[in-house]
């Protein structure tokens, strides 16, 4: 006879933690939280031709370079100076550099020139006033390589204008037959002082001309206007960036609690860390009653049913030779099915023409009466204690099947632990 005992192994409950990740960004705007406007402004510089030799490419490298130049000297302390006194603006040149953003656009000669404020109208004449001031500057620092030639020629033009006004005088002074020789020489030289002059007009022409070739000036290509929106906070783009975080933030916590997770999860991971096989693999078992969750005895083709008897017979193949009588149905956790277990087991190896008891040794929370429809009067703890010669068949529970037989749990004691030292059950042959 074979008999199947159920024993509680332990009390300690494992409750698993778990919780949702939640990443979100709340965006408002309150009394310290201010607007962020912003007002853009695009200039041309216009580079001189220089050398005709020049191929396109080293004008184009010639162009970028000169166009980050200008940005960067866009953000010199002179000219920031300069747009704080012309707008008096209560800064200082290293604050307002931090609100301007000077951009080259590539492959062009175009810079794109970002002022971020609080007040749009201040954003919009910030920029169109640096602009205004840096190509006042430029200009002005291009024409002084041209001074010192023009102040040379204008200097001599006054000189030959003082001596043709001063040889003009000599020459209406010169009257009568005596001065004609003398008229004829203030005439030659008023002529001679007079095509001097024509020379250094021309020169100072060539001059201005060649001034014009050679210098880099700034066009505003598109005034800046009064900025309607604000660029800051930007509430689609923080909502976009926040979900896209709180994606990265859930996938590297999912992998890292797969990582870590030490848990049993198949059977296969429990025939690794066992190392042992597998006997059988069963679903869980659904019913209103218990008496509904015995399938083996409800429904002996259900899918459990069938899992039940492969667990059978690979335990007859495993006891083979060992001859073996008694199996323990147990677990680390309560609640796990191990009473279930135990129940339909129990009727596949009477269905198997054994002779089968089946014991409840869970003196905290037995179930395996209630699986049969017996009450739970008499069972492991009456037998226990019993006196006289009270046979332990008294203390038996009978089931459908003959070769069947269920000892219950019994009433509860208040000690488990105690009523184990009474005289145990004797075996029934």
Request: net charge neutral; aromatic share 4%.
């Amino acid at each position: 006879m074979f008999s199947i005992a159920e024993q509680q192994t332990g009390s300690e409950q494992i409750t698993p933690c778990g919780g949702n990740l939640q990443l979100g960004e709340a965006v408002h705007q309150g009394h310290g939280h201010r607007l962020a406007n912003q007002a853009s402004i695009t200039l041309m510089i216009s580079q001189t031709s220089g050398s005709s030799a020049n191929t396109d490419y080293t004008a184009i490298l010639s162009s970028e370079r000169l166009a980050r130049t200008y940005a960067s000297l866009m953000l010199t302390r002179p000219i920031l100076e300069e747009v704080i006194a012309r707008l008096e603006l209560p800064t200082t040149p290293e604050a307002l550099e931090k609100r301007i953003t000077t951009t080259p656009m590539r492959d062009t000669q175009l810079i794109t020139v970002q002022v971020q404020g609080h007040n749009p109208a201040e954003a919009a004449a910030i920029a169109n006033t640096l602009v205004a001031v840096f190509a006042a500057h430029n200009e002005l620092r291009q024409s002084e390589r041209f001074v010192a030639t023009r102040e040379k020629l204008e200097r001599e033009l006054d000189a030959l204008q003082q001596q043709i006004d001063a040889t003009q005088v000599q020459l209406e002074a010169a009257q009568g037959p005596a001065q004609a020789r003398e008229r004829n020489r203030l005439a030659e030289l008023l002529v001679l002082y007079r095509n001097s002059t024509a020379s250094l007009l021309k020169s100072s022409e060539d001059l201005r001309m060649t001034e014009l070739q050679h210098t880099n000036s700034v066009h505003t290509v598109e005034q800046a206007l009064i900025p309607m929106h604000p660029v800051r906070p930007n509430i689609a783009l923080n909502t976009a960036a926040a979900l896209l975080l709180g994606l990265v933030v859930m996938v590297i916590a999912v992998l890292l609690l797969e990582v870590l997770n030490d848990r049993i999860t198949s059977s296969e991971q429990a025939a690794e860390v066992l190392k042992t096989n597998v006997l059988a693999a069963i679903t869980e078992i659904d019913g209103q009653r218990p008496t509904d969750r015995l399938v083996t005895m409800t429904s002996a083709y259900a899918k459990a049913s069938e899992a039940y008897q492969m667990l059978r017979v690979r335990l007859e193949v495993a006891r083979y030779g060992h001859g073996s009588k008694t199996i323990l149905v147990t677990s680390g956790n309560q609640g796990e099915g191990k009473s279930l277990t135990a129940a339909n087991l129990a009727v596949v190896l009477a269905r198997a023409g054994k002779r089968v008891l089946l014991i409840d040794t869970d003196l905290r929370r037995p179930t395996l009466h209630t699986y049969f429809g017996h009450h739970n009067l008499r069972g492991v703890t009456t037998a226990l204690i019993r006196e006289g010669a009270t046979p332990v068949d008294f203390h038996l529970h009978s089931t459908k099947l003959d070769n069947l037989l269920l000892m219950a749990s019994g009433p509860l004691p208040t000690d488990p632990t105690a009523i184990l030292s009474f005289t145990p059950v004797y075996a029934t042959h």
